[in-house]
């Protein structure tokens, strides 16, 4: 993919090449563990934006690291991504039966199927983040390692999901709102941000504009999908919809209303943005990106 190129060939061409790497790398075995390959491959291939892999390649693009070590570590973090959505459809958790348009795991291959699915995703992305294919550096593999784990976890998502299950027995106010979406959504966004500038060997300190970038992109996402499940069609989503407000959730809608969630959302993709403000139009994707997190219909 050139620099340069349009939002949408790289939307097309990065979820080409995921599904690409999930195909050869889940590659179905000849014996027992087949069903469980299958429903790996059920969630992992078709489907989905790609937006993780897509900011690991946009910003690893800024620092000229290889095409090849992006799509790896995207691939990664798609896979925790997934495997969490195969464990939140779960019905000890949001109890979902569709899942971008096809049956969610558990309802195709089982309860149990399902979870030693997500748990093998899980495994998978630190495997192929440890993979010295993956970058030749053990300390740039040894950090990644690190940051996806911590986004991954109970100080991130995992922790986020925690907080939602808590959200139906509980008045959130909009910091608590605010807190557990930055966690819950937010963290892998951000870690897929940091992961292109850690495979171009920026320090920490270096990151600064890219991390500001990242946690607004982030609650942007989460305040369009908010409105999404307000105001979007369920077969173009893909899945259920109304959901949060059936079960009692606070969301940024229901505390800030349809029109002032609206002007928040386009806050914050303006000011994504403009922490870019030191970069030219080689970050010109990063920019395309923050713009159709609120666009999207999807």
């Known amino acids: 993919m050139a620099n340069g190129g349009s939002l949408a ?33 059920h969630a992992a291939i078709g489907g989905g934006k790609r937006l ?42 949001d109890d979902d039966d569709v899942r971008r348009g096809k049956p969610t795991v558990h309802r195709a291959y089982g309860e149990a199927t399902a979870i030693l699915a997500g748990d093998c995703l899980h495994a998978l992305a630190f495997e192929w983040l440890a993979d010295p294919t ?3 550096d053990p300390f740039v593999r040894a950090e990644l390692v690190t940051e996806v784990a911590r986004a991954a976890g109970p100080a991130g998502m995992a922790g986020g999901q925690a907080m939602d299950l808590a ?35 920026v320090a920490p300190e270096g990151r600064k504009g890219l991390r500001g ?9 989460q305040i369009a999908d908010d409105l999404l499940d307000v105001e979007g069609d369920e ?10 407000g059936e079960a009692g959730k606070e969301t940024f809608v229901s505390l800030l209303g349809v029109e002032r969630a609206k002007e928040q959302a386009a806050m914050l993709v303006d ?19 923050a713009r159709f997190v609120l666009a999207r219909d999807r």
């Open 134 to 136: 993956t970058h030749p």
């Open 52 to 93: 993780r892999p897509l900011l690991v390649y946009a910003t690893a693009n800024l620092f000229g690291v290889d095409r090849e070590c992006a799509m790896r570590v995207g691939t990664a973090i798609e896979a925790i991504h997934v495997y969490s959505l195969v464990h939140d459809d779960l019905p000890a958790m």
């Open 235 to 244: 077969a173009t989503v893909g899945k259920k919809l109304h959901k949060d």
């Open 9 to 41: 060939e790289a939307l097309v061409e990065v979820g080409a090449a995921i599904d690409r790497r999930f195909d050869a790398w889940l590659t179905p075995p000849d014996d027992p563990r087949r069903p469980l390959y299958d429903a790996m491959r």
């Open 167 to 201: 959200a139906e027995h509980a008045r959130f106010d909009l910091a608590t709102v605010t807190r557990l979406q930055a966690m819950k959504t937010g963290a892998l966004i951000a870690v897929s941000v940091d992961a292109g500038a850690i495979l171009g060997r």
């Open 271 to 289: 000011q994504s943005i403009d922490h870019l403000r030191g970069y030219g139009t080689e970050a010109d994707l990063l920019r395309d990106i």
């Open 213 to 221: 970038y990242a946690r607004d992109i982030g609650l942007a996402f």
